[in-house]
């Protein structure tokens, strides 16, 4: 897994334009939030939602981007929505079997993560 989960973190990097620690946060939440629920990635509106309490702070934009890029939703396909409350956490609703978890990203790792080798590095 650890192979697997290391090539979606360099193509979400890619995709965004930038390497980050909320990049890393929002693929990591969106990929807990998809096990702990037991479903896989879609973008399909009939089966998940997902629902970020973003505000407009530095570094959630680039969560909620991965946040999309790891389960699937979009604002614009509506099967994401974000509720502002200037938060990281997610919540991700399988509609058809009706059970939801939400996921948080805890702030105590963000530093260390920042200054990691692998953040330190650019392309």
């Not at 099967?79 to 990203?105: A, C, H, M």
């Amino acid at each position: 897994m650890e192979g697997k989960y290391k090539q979606l973190l360099l193509n979400a990097f890619e995709l965004h334009g930038h390497k980050c620690w909320a990049s890393t946060a929002g693929v990591r939440a969106g990929l807990a939030a998809l096990r702990a629920l037991g479903v896989k990635r879609t973008g399909n509106s009939t089966e998940l939602h997902c629902i970020v309490e973003i505000g407009n702070n530095h570094g959630v934009d680039c969560f909620a981007d991965r946040i999309h890029y790891a389960t699937g939703h979009t604002l614009g396909n509506g099967n994401i929505g974000n509720s502002g409350w200037g938060k990281l956490p997610i919540t991700l609703i399988d509609k058809k079997k009706e059970p939801s978890v939400r996921v948080f990203y805890k702030r105590t790792h963000q530093k260390k993560i920042a200054e990691s080798a692998a953040f330190a590095q650019h392309n």
